[in-house]
């Protein structure tokens, strides 16, 4: 037995180009010719220089020739015949006679492997070609493990390769994510897919959208080399989709798929340029084989991708096409997000306008509506004077009526005015620091007969009457009053009211709370919004035209505060001014 110690089967990273250079050298100075090809057109991705000397390959360098164009005539052909066998039915060929360069010499064996990949189909092929000698079982041998060697060796390769390719092209997806995902514009999204995808597969891009009529039209073109773009920036006007076209937008409307155009490219382009500017254009860019992929999102189209080479030899392969049709399945989702995006301003500014009419209107309606009031309460205050001659009892009530109607329909309009003058920004603020609870009681002292008439009970003020609060003191007293007559209003004769002022962490509170009736669950969220009644009914006196909550949210937001709300239907109500705290500097926009 033997008693020498076994090496290890495993490898360390660091010997294995070492391992693999020796193999190469041993495959290159072997006098068995021996090449490697890759695909169905067995281009060569590797000869020694034995298989160099039998073929018309200038200086060794075999890389991308097709075989049968390495031999070429005759043999190239027979060659080329007998590859094509064992690729497409992944058998081996084992010394199959080929006639020589030379037709009078003798002639060559031909042995080929195929190489399987993980798919279970032939991805490569192992070529050797040698002269018949006598047979020699050491040099069989020998030629034998060789083989299988290098055959090996390319397998692992091929493994090493598919899994950078796919390491890669994931890295290239994640990267096209998070650009797509930084871009909410139309033009931004397009522009930052094509700089993506270009250096991959192709050296310009046609970009073409579908509008919402079903029509295509030509959004841009990119060409990875900046010298050129300028054509492209040229080409975009002059040159718009034809529905015949095989390719762009229009060729996704007849079938939305992937469509290669590899051959005749020169005759497609010619026919789809129109004119002999656009021609001569895109001959600047370069034509070569074409990859359109369409642009799909929610089932819809939205344009298409067409990726051009500039090498008219270019192949597009399967990873291509699934390249392109991930990196399309994320732009499609992007640009549906940017169109959207391009609707909700469109539509964003047309309710900006339409509220500016809106608010525009109201204004200019409560001023011309405010001269004929003011008149109307003059002249019963002439006749119920007397002036105009005798007044009987009955004709003062009368005249008192008209004038409480009057008086309440300009209060009113003097809500709208107030509502537009704060939507239209035409108020001033004089922020200043404010005594929380003298606010309070300045406000109730506007107010406190309201409490007599109706029957209610104020509580009082309590709270810290030290606190201060930055904010204008004239708009505080306006909100304030506004709270009040809400609670007066809405709460019943014998009812309480109260008010206080406390420290909060973002400021200084000043609340109203009332027993009134409460306000239900489903317009809590909405009494804030303009022209909603806390009560039901457009005939109720009391109602108002429901601007005076709005407008005091407006005042105390426009103040850097805000107003909100805590109500339970039968038990009341309690609103709350929240504003800055005294003592600091003011805001920037104040």
């Not at 080329?80 to 199959?96: H, I, P, Q, Y």
Request: hydrophobic content about 45%; glycine content about 10%; aromatic content about 4%.
């Amino acid at each position: 037995m033997d008693s020498k110690p076994r090496r290890s089967a495993s490898r360390s990273s660091a010997a294995e180009p070492s391992i693999r250079d020796a193999l190469l050298r041993y495959t290159d100075q072997a006098p068995v010719a021996f090449a490697i090809t890759r695909g169905a057109d067995h281009r060569l991705v590797y000869a020694n220089t034995a298989f160099c000397g039998l073929t018309r390959i200038a200086g060794g360098d075999a890389a991308g020739i097709a075989i049968a164009a390495a031999f070429g005539g005759a043999t190239g052909l027979n060659i080329g015949a007998k590859l094509d066998r064992s690729f497409r039915d992944g058998v081996e060929l084992t010394d199959v006679g080929i006639q020589g360069l030379d037709e009078s010499g003798p002639g060559l064996l031909l042995s080929v492997w195929p190489v399987i990949g993980d798919d279970g189909l032939p991805d490569a092929l192992g070529v050797e070609l040698r002269k018949p000698t006598t047979a020699d079982p050491a040099a069989d041998l020998q030629r034998q493990v060789a083989e299988q060697m290098l055959l090996g060796a390319l397998r692992e390769r091929g493994r090493a390769e598919d899994s950078e390719d796919a390491r890669r092209r994931a890295a290239f997806l994640a990267e096209a994510g998070r650009l797509l995902a930084e871009s909410v514009d139309q033009a931004s999204t397009l522009l930052a897919l094509t700089k993506l995808a270009l250096p991959a597969l192709g050296a310009w891009c046609i970009v073409d959208i579908v509008n919402e009529s079903g029509a295509p039209s030509r959004l841009g073109i990119y060409h990875s080399d900046p010298e050129k773009q300028k054509f492209a920036r040229k080409l975009v006007a002059a040159w718009e989709p034809d529905p015949h076209d095989p390719f762009g937008a229009p060729a996704m409307l007849r079938e939305a798929r992937a469509v290669l155009i590899t051959e005749r490219v020169e005759e497609e382009i010619i026919a789809a340029a129109r004119t002999a500017d656009n021609l001569e254009t895109l001959r600047q860019l370069g034509i070569g084989p074409m990859l359109t992929v369409p642009l799909l999102a929610r089932n819809k189209l939205l344009g298409a991708i067409t990726f051009v080479s500039a090498q008219p030899g270019f192949v597009y392969g399967p990873e291509d096409v699934q390249l392109a049709e991930d990196l399309a399945t994320r732009g499609a989702l992007a640009l549906d997000t940017a169109q959207t995006y391009d609707l909700a301003l469109v539509m964003q500014r047309g309710a900006e306008t339409a509220n500016r009419a809106k608010t525009a209107f109201l204004g200019a309606m409560s001023h011309e509506l405010r001269t004929p009031l003011n008149a109307i309460g003059g002249y019963i205050d002439l006749l119920d004077m007397g002036l105009r001659g005798p007044v009987t009892e009955q004709q003062h009530a009368d005249y008192a009526r008209v004038r409480s109607n009057q008086q309440h329909l300009a209060l009113l309009i003097t809500e709208i005015l107030n509502f537009a003058r704060i939507g239209s920004g035409r108020i001033t603020y004089a922020l200043d620091d404010v005594k929380a609870c003298d606010a309070i009681e300045r406000a109730v002292d506007l107010i406190e007969p309201l409490f007599a008439k109706k029957g209610i009970v104020f509580d009082g003020i309590s709270g810290d009457s030290g606190l201060t609060a930055r904010a204008d003191p004239e708009r505080v007293a306006q909100v304030l009053v506004n709270l009040f007559s809400n609670a007066i209003k809405f709460t019943p004769a014998g009812g309480h009211v109260s008010a206080d002022c406390a420290a909060a962490a973002d400021g200084v509170t000043l609340s109203v709370t009332d027993t009134g009736i409460g306000i239900a669950a489903e317009k809590v969220n909405v009494i804030f919004e303009p022209f909603i009644q806390l009560k039901d009914g457009l005939s109720d006196k009391e109602s108002g035209v429901g601007l005076g909550l709005a407008i005091s949210r407006d005042l105390a937001r426009a103040m850097h505060g805000d107003l909100t709300v805590k109500s339970t239907v039968g038990e009341g109500t309690r609103f709350t001014l929240t504003l800055p705290r005294g003592g600091q500097p003011p805001a920037a926009d104040a």
